[in-house]
């Protein structure tokens, strides 16, 4: 009766390895191992020979494709990032990015208007801003004058939203009109980019900028 029942146990053991067996089958396999040395012998060669192995390199090459897995999708939320990054900051630099645009006679004339009123007109296709001073006194070759300072800037491209106020101001010339401040006062307007910050923090004086601008116009 013993032996009948080992072999019996012996022909289900590797379906009990795979525990696809009843839980009758199971737990009378369970029983008869716990006193059937033989029977429990050979089921741990079995389950090494079989199960383990098997286990063992599929646990392993989960675990390998796991951790790829998890390597691959941290590198494409990284690369996904950077992406975003460098297309971001492109971004900015092509549309928001200020560089100054170097005076050119052709470029930028100042004018008297009939109200006396002393404007800066740009005859480019477009910039990105003008930067100009109120009159600022001077001493010129010994000679005291209000200057007004004044430089227009521009981006790689005009960014997406001055273009949609462009189309809707249909590109009217006032645009390209600047008004200079207080221009009553003003003796001579001078070409130079400046940084009002550098100036505040007595970084920069106006004494220098002069010295580095082009004139572009005079009373
Ligand atoms: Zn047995």
Redesign the pocket.
């Known amino acids: 009766m013993?032996e009948i029942?080992?072999t019996i146990?012996?022909d289900v053991l590797p379906l009990y390895i795979d525990e696809v067996v009843s839980q009758d089958t199971k737990e009378m396999v369970d029983e008869?191992l716990q006193y059937?040395d033989?029977?429990q012998k050979e089921y741990e060669s079995m389950k090494r020979d079989l199960y383990i192995p098997v286990e063992n390199t599929d646990s392993l090459f989960n675990n390998i494709s796991k951790k790829w897995r998890k390597k691959k999708v941290v590198i494409s939320i990284v690369s996904t990032l950077v992406t975003a990054i460098i297309l971001l900051v492109a971004f900015l630099c092509i549309f928001y990015y200020k560089t100054v645009i170097p005076y050119s006679e052709d470029l930028i004339k100042i004018e008297r208007q009939n109200n006396n009123q002393l404007v800066s007109r740009y005859y480019g296709e477009s910039y990105a801003g003008v930067n100009g001073t109120h009159p600022i006194p001077l001493e010129i070759d010994g000679e005291k004058k209000n200057v007004s300072f004044i430089y227009y800037t521009k981006t790689f491209a005009d960014s997406p939203s001055r273009n949609l106020i462009n189309d809707e101001k249909s590109l009217n010339e006032q645009e390209y009109i600047f008004q200079l401040p207080e221009s009553e006062k003003v003796d001579a307007v001078y070409y130079v980019d400046f940084d009002v910050k550098k100036i505040s923090a007595e970084k920069d004086s106006w004494e220098s900028i002069i010295e580095r601008a082009v004139l572009i116009w005079e009373k």
């Open positions: 013993k029942k080992c146990i012996q008869h059937c033989k029977c």
